[in-house]
């Protein structure tokens, strides 16, 4: 018996041909170009209809355009002369080229020359200049000049700049450096809305005008790459702005112009419910998760971190134990210091001016630290060895001492006040608190009366908290040096180091990984002290008083060559009271960094803050408290 099918019908997977009859077959583009056609053809209304003739849209190149202004203060030259240097960074120079800057003549300018020449800047302009498609771009110094050229035409003055363009991102860029004065010797000044808007239209204009602007079909095939990202995208953005309340309704007819985008929106849309950042009640309306933008922000961070990481560990040949740790978080509030040797350190971007290192730590793994401005990473390199302490988000001691007496005085705090509350605070630890409280005013989290005394919030220190991390991103962590070469080199100098600590605490280091050399390195050292008569044997254990010795040793050494050299005796500093002097410069020893503070008949040697620097060369004072020190700016005479 025959059978007898249910389905009769035979498929046949035929071409696709022209709707219009023609029978030609169509590409992909041809399809997409026609189903575009046919929407703009269609009209909005109650069924009437209107022709009208196809035609391409075409959008503008995107140029993200940053621009700061630098004051040109008692450091700028030093500060300056870093930036130059960071800019001119072999690294981040083409293949095969050695870092420099160029100018409107030069391909290799002199930036000492051009250092020079502007010392005497009241301030100066940086910029950076990132077209979207600048590996398009035939020439980027060529570029870089006609843009300087615009914007002279446009401010009605000659500038003088360096520049250099940089290769070690995804999106080459260019670093521009322009001097604050105009060519007839008054200070430049940019308005706002050029800095806003000016440079950056520039700068699309020129873009536009080599590359021609992107066709439709072009942004279909890169929105399109967008869909399925796990990161913030185009289309992403897109929605946001759509959005009513975190709804998007995409069953309304889109804006004309845009219809060709609304598949696109609703392929994106399926791909986030998939995430778990969006959903749908039904008949075209999304519900996007209230922090989509900030989740598929970090998602899209950790993405491009962990592939630096494991290029980073592929390329030292490291093997390290996979662990759910990877990325170092400073903010937690489990969050240890580290210690480790570096194994990378770079630019995660040069946008937003945020850098990073990878270390290889004495846990027996390694971690990716985010190092926040690029002046945190100076002077770092490979192989040297480093601790990283996260930055303190806590209130400070401070504003503990200024909400307590704030808080028995109806929300008032004075000097007088702090005086009388604690009768045994010297003026110059009272005047610590003003400097705090004139910070938190600037930042919108305190209130000085007419009469000089403060209003203190009743919410003050939560201020304080949320003041300190905001703070903290540009610095989320301390990197200090413990040696430039291998621990190690530590075992035998005389000093407080790294080393003596971990045998005092008597911490113990797992011995795998990098661990295995630390771990070497203090038995090393235990050896090289029972030999110095340090300590007696392999059973005496490092004290305090140990450690003290061995800085004392350290600094009598560095005193001496000192002391030639400034033609005064060395006088050595106590753990508590007042330090006074002028601020010269500071040493770094095994024990760590110091200060040296010069007076009229001798000098001292004190622990070194980087507050210091700003006041390099000017006469200071403080009160010293163990290893801390809480220093003033002094206006007076020289002390002695």
């Not at 360096?162 to 008054?186: E, L, M, Q, R």
């Not at 060709?260 to 519900?287: E, F, V």
């Not at 000093?495 to 008597?506: K, M, P, V, Y």
């Amino acid at each position: 018996m025959k059978e007898i099918r249910e389905n009769p019908f035979d498929i046949k997977i035929g071409k696709i041909y022209a709707p219009n009859g023609t029978r030609r077959m169509m590409s992909f583009a041809s399809q997409v170009k026609w189903a575009a056609k046919s929407v703009s053809n269609k009209t909005s209304g109650y069924g009437g209809s209107q022709k009208s003739h196809f035609r391409e849209q075409f959008f503008s190149r995107r140029v993200i355009v940053k621009i700061s202004v630098v004051k040109m203060e008692a450091r700028g030259g030093e500060v300056q002369r870093l930036h130059l240097e960071y800019i001119q960074r072999d690294s981040a120079a083409h293949e095969n080229e050695k870092g420099s800057v160029f100018d409107k003549e030069k391909d290799i300018a002199d930036a000492d020359e051009f250092r020079k020449r502007g010392k005497d800047d009241r301030h100066q302009f940086r910029v950076i200049v990132s077209a979207e498609d600048a590996r398009e771009i035939n020439d980027l110094r060529s570029f870089t000049r006609d843009l300087m050229s615009q914007m002279e035409n446009d401010l009605g003055t000659k500038l003088d700049w360096v520049a250099a363009n940089h290769y070690d991102t995804a999106t080459p860029h260019t670093h521009i450096v322009i001097s604050g004065k105009k060519s007839d010797g008054k200070n430049l000044v940019i308005p706002r809305a050029y800095i806003s808007y000016g440079i950056r239209g520039a700068a699309e204009h020129l873009v536009n005008r080599e590359l021609g602007p992107i066709n439709q079909m072009e942004a279909g095939v890169k929105l399109a790459s967008e869909v399925t990202k796990t990161r913030l995208t185009q289309l992403d953005r897109s929605l946001l702005r759509m959005s009513d309340a975190n709804m998007v309704d995409i069953s309304k007819r889109p804006e004309r112009g845009s219809e060709w985008t609304r598949r696109l929106d609703i392929a994106r849309l399926k791909h986030l419910s998939q995430m778990g950042l969006a959903y749908t009640n039904g008949h075209g309306k999304w519900h996007l998760a209230e922090d989509m933008e900030q989740r598929l922000t970090r998602l899209g961070e950790r993405g491009d971190i962990l592939k630096t990481y494991h290029r980073t560990l592929k390329q030292a040949g490291l093997s390290r134990t996979p662990h759910s740790d990877t990325i170092y978080d400073p903010f937690h509030s489990r969050a240890k210091p580290l210690v480790g040797k570096i194994i990378a350190v770079g630019i995660a971007d040069d946008i937003n001016d945020r850098t990073y290192a990878v270390v290889d730590s004495t846990r027996g793994h390694a971690y990716y630290v985010k190092a926040g401005r690029a002046e945190n990473i100076e002077g770092l390199k490979r192989g040297m060895v480093i601790t990283i302490t996260p930055a303190d988000i806590h209130p400070k001691p401070s504003d503990l001492t200024i909400e307590k007496i704030a808080a028995k005085r109806n929300g008032d705090y004075s000097p007088s006040l702090h005086q009388t509350t604690d009768p045994s605070s010297c003026p110059e630890y009272i005047q610590a608190h003003i400097r705090r409280l004139e910070a938190m005013r600037r930042a919108g989290h305190a209130a000085r009366n007419k009469d000089g005394s403060w209003k203190i919030p009743h919410d003050y220190l939560d201020r304080a908290r949320n003041y300190e991390k905001q703070r903290a991103w540009a610095k989320p962590v301390d990197l200090k040096i413990i040696s430039a070469g291998p621990l190690q080199n530590l075992a035998s100098v005389i000093g407080r180091t790294w080393l003596d600590e971990e045998l005092a605490n008597e911490t113990s280091i797992p011995d795998i990984g990098y661990g295995a050399e630390a771990h070497a390195a203090l038995i090393a050292r235990r050896q090289f002290l029972m030999q110095q008569g340090i300590l007696e044997n392999e059973n005496t254990a490092l004290t305090q008083s140990h450690l003290d010795a061995l800085e004392k040793r350290d600094l009598g050494e560095a005193a001496k060559k000192l002391s030639a050299q400034l033609g005064k005796p060395y006088l050595e500093s106590g753990r508590q009271g007042r330090i006074a002097g002028h601020y010269r410069a500071a040493i770094t020893r095994p024990s760590g960094k110091y200060a040296i503070i010069e007076r009229a008949k001798n000098f001292t040697l004190v622990p070194w803050r980087d507050t210091l620097e700003r006041n390099r060369g000017k006469a200071v004072s403080g009160i010293m408290r163990g290893n801390t020190i809480s220093w003033t700016l002094n206006k007076g005479r020289e002390i002695s």
